[in-house]
């Protein structure tokens, strides 16, 4: 009896580290203002890249294949 | 065994910090000339191939200089025109840029290679790796050559327009590698005579910290007495027209009056900053008016065989 209220009386240590200033609950990253909105921007960034370069994948294709573009094995 | 791991700061580096990675005044003057090589290039190429082959020449030169500014971002930090770019001002880590440089670099190589030709794709790959590596990371920092053998990076842009059009190299854009080639040397030193302080402060061993100022002015008028013929030798060459031929001696004529002015000046750089902002002026020039000699030509030769029919 005395032993496990001993061990009821414990605080269990934390799983994580205390939080940080920045961090959020245990342990991970709590972006600051200007770092959300720079990860906006990269992002809004990054996808219009990726668009762009489809488009001249896409506009390629037309130009290297012409008419040829529908022609395909039935 | 313990592991420590590093805290990393989530990135504050906005948009417009990783298009300044890109130096996009350099990468414009890259585009123009690559893009008059293009143009002057016999044969055809369709537009979008000719667009696709500009963009992959874009971002080539903007890679180059992310892997730059990567690499140089220590005397970056120590010179006042360079110390206001991102990785200096902490926005942008170094890992970041070299990233983003790579990768930058890899797609418009593989880019080019794929949609365009393998000879343009194989060409700017050297040009990227001579900027990065045989000027940036070499000589950049070890001989007041740096300028004259790195200038070559530079120079190519028109033969890698020349060759995504005819998919090999000739001899008109060697000549137009050659006016860039020598036209860098007086306009960096032009530059580097009133930044002197600023590359000895940051260990960059320029001509006029190494050799002096007389010696860079005398250098400098060396330099523009090649480069005011090389600059005439397309309309010699005939493939440039009386208008080119016109822009070039009289652009020619002024750059060795400013070489001549920049050598007689004994206090100040009044004439260094004019040699400056005029060789600028001068490679335009040279290049705009060969492009409108070529593009009207065209439109005439056009109009004369469709009157003729």
Redesign the interface.
């Known amino acids: 009896m005395t032993i496990v209220s001993d061990a009821m009386d414990e605080t269990p240590p934390p799983p994580f580290p205390a939080p940080l200033a920045g961090e959020g609950q245990g342990g991970g990253?709590r972006?600051t203002e200007?770092?959300l909105?720079?990860?906006r921007?990269?992002s809004?960034?990054i996808a219009l890249a990726l668009g762009a370069?489809v488009v001249?994948?896409f506009?390629?294709t037309?130009?290297k294949l012409g008419s040829n573009v529908l022609t395909r094995p039935m | 065994m313990s592991v420590t791991l590093a805290r990393i700061e989530p990135s504050i580096a906005g948009v417009g910090d990783y298009v300044a990675l890109l130096k996009p005044r350099v990468m414009s003057l890259v585009v123009f000339t690559a893009l008059v090589g293009l143009l002057i290039a016999p044969g055809h190429v369709h537009p979008v191939i000719a667009l696709t082959a500009l963009l992959c020449i874009a971002v080539g030169a903007g890679a180059a200089g992310a892997l730059n500014m990567w690499y140089d971002a220590d005397i970056d930090a120590r010179m006042l025109r360079t110390a206001g770019r991102p990785i200096p001002q902490g926005r942008v880590t170094p890992g970041e840029a070299a990233g983003f440089g790579l990768t930058l670099a890899v797609f418009a190589v593989a880019t080019l290679g794929l949609l365009v030709n393998w000879v343009s794709a194989s060409l700017l790959a050297f040009t990227i790796a001579f900027y990065v590596v045989i000027y940036t990371m070499w000589l950049k920092r070890s001989t007041p050559q740096n300028i004259v053998i790195g200038g070559a990076a530079g120079a190519l842009p028109p033969i890698i327009g020349w060759a995504a059009v005819t998919g090999g190299v000739a001899v008109e854009p060697i000549v137009l590698f050659l006016i860039i080639f020598f036209w860098t040397p007086p306009h960096f030193w032009a530059l580097s005579l009133y930044r002197a302080e600023d590359y000895a402060r940051a260990g960059i061993p320029m001509l006029p910290v190494v050799a002096g100022e007389a010696e860079t002015r005398r250098q400098i008028v060396i330099y523009t007495l090649i480069l005011a013929p090389l600059g005439v030798a397309p309309w010699f060459m005939g493939f440039a027209g009386a208008l080119y031929g016109i822009a070039a001696i009289a652009g020619g004529a002024a750059m060795i009056a400013l070489a001549l002015r920049v050598r007689a000046e004994r206090h100040g750089h009044v004439a260094s900053k004019q040699m400056f902002g005029f060789s600028i002026l001068y490679l335009f020039l040279l290049f705009a008016v060969l492009l409108a000699d070529r593009l009207w030509g065209g439109l005439a030769a056009q109009a004369v065989s469709h009157f003729a029919a």
Do not use: P
């Open positions: 990253i972006l200007r770092q909105r720079a990860r921007s990269r809004i960034a370069f001249v994948i506009l390629v037309l130009v």
